[in-house]
């Protein structure tokens, strides 16, 4: 086990809703990145939050954006839903950034967008 | 950007023998490669990495080796097991940015 926890673990959302999933980080780390992972395929980087702060950002539209807490903690917002945002979320820990650091990944978040 | 091709898509070995899998990076400005296995239903579980100042390391019955001139780093599993089935991905990080390979499925026949 990582210690990195996300929820919910599944969710079923209709095209054009909104989403939030939730990222607790392994103590002591003070960065998180997010993953989009379609089925069959690799991890797609979506950004990084360091300290509260977007710290780099993938290809991904704006209607992904993340907030990151005091505590270290994120969310992930998805705006205006489409089919194809179904997929498998995962955030990823790290302590530090600038030199690339070991990343630690959670369970995952599963959405389905009907 | 990077860009990470993985090889091969899926791979099956009996029980005991070495499986090998091979990736290939664009930016050799990458300096830090990790190796993750994901089961069925869970998250990415790192099981190895190097970074750009090492060739090779071992760890128990896995192996990683990284040719920088050449922009490739491949995974090396000795005495390959059942529970060593699942699929594989490799990672190549510029720093914050992690681009990953497809993946590879393992079966490990008994």
């Known amino acids: 086990e990582t210690g990195v926890t996300q929820s919910p673990t599944h969710l079923i959302k209709t095209r054009g809703q909104q989403v939030t999933l939730r990222c607790s980080s392994q103590?002591?780390?003070?960065?998180v990145s997010w993953y989009q992972q379609a089925l069959g395929q690799g991890p797609q980087f979506i950004f990084q939050?360091?300290?509260?702060?977007?710290?780099g950002r993938g290809n991904f539209p704006p209607r992904f954006s993340g907030l990151q807490f005091p505590n270290y903690s994120s969310e992930l917002n998805v705006n205006a839903l489409e089919l194809d945002d179904s997929a498998l979320y995962l955030c990823?820990?790290?302590?530090?950034?600038?030199?690339?650091?070991?990343?630690?990944f959670g369970p995952g978040t599963r959405l389905l967008v009907l | 950007g990077e860009n990470v091709e993985q090889h091969p898509s899926t791979l099956s070995v009996q029980e005991g023998d070495s499986a090998v899998i091979k990736c290939t990076y664009s930016?050799?400005?990458?300096?830090?490669f990790p190796w993750y296995k994901q089961e069925l239903g869970k998250g990415p579980q790192l099981i190895i990495d190097?970074?750009?100042?090492?060739g090779e390391k071992k760890d128990q019955r896995i192996a990683v080796t990284l040719n920088k001139t050449a922009k490739h780093f491949s995974l090396h599993i000795t005495e390959t097991q059942p529970e060593d089935s699942a699929v594989y991905f490799c990672?190549?990080?510029?720093?914050?940015?992690?681009?990953f390979g497809a993946g590879t499925r393992l079966t490990v026949k008994p």
């Open positions: 990823a820990s790290s302590l530090g950034t600038g030199e690339a650091e070991t990343q630690y």
């Open positions: 103590s002591g780390h003070n960065t």
């Open positions: 939050y360091y300290r509260e702060e977007e710290n």
């Open positions: 930016d050799s400005a990458s300096n830090y």
């Open positions: 190097i970074r750009s100042n090492v």
């Open positions: 990672a190549a990080d510029l720093g914050g940015d992690m681009r």
